[in-house]
């Protein structure tokens, strides 16, 4: 488990792609239970160790997750969440090279938990839920592009669906149109930077990762 900011009431980690960060019926030790242990053990707390799960990010997906140490702190995070205060930005390494270098994607999605999956719809699908998406490209290869992806909507599988369906699936990301797995499971979609400002010292709380190791090439 890499922790990248630690404070009294928050803990950010850097998730691996095919970490859970919630316990699931998989019955895989998630990291909300990796980072108690290590609360417990660092501070020698007794008992119980309180770790709030602020958000979830996809187990195929890296990158950046808040936990929350106390109650108060999950209690504004969860706020903050809702009213668009705490702000996410994406990497998204896909598959060719989209016409428009930049643009915001704006549909109606619909989920099937039953095979925990997303679909494009209908506005008039009652069901199906207004989802709008903003990216630019960043990068350009023979087979791929690097994609920063900001969120305007949080709703299950929104990058995966909304890329894929201007022909831009992620990669390794056989569940939405990808030619091919990637070797550790995971597809190339990064929680690549998180900023929000602290909910109990107020300051200012920016945190970006460095690209995945198979995006640097195309950086350069």
Known sequence: MEIVYEDNHIIIVNKKAGEIVQGDKTGDIPLSELVKAYIKEKYAKPGNVFCGVVHRIDRPVSGLVIFARTSKALERLNKMLRDGE????YWAMVEGRP??????????????GRINKTFISKPEDSEAKKSILKYKTIANGDRYSILEVNLLTGRKHQIRAQLSNIGH??????????????????????????????PVSKQPVSITLDPPAEMKPLLK
Do not use: C, M, V, W
């Open 86 to 89: 705490i702000h996410k930005t």
């Open 169 to 198: 699936p992620i990669k390794g990301d056989l569940k939405y149109g990808a030619r091919r797995s990637n070797p550790d499971g995971g597809i190339s979609l990064q929680a690549h930077r998180i900023e929000f400002i602290h």
């Open 99 to 112: 016409e428009l270098a930049e643009a915001t994607l704006e549909n109606y999605l619909k989920s099937d």
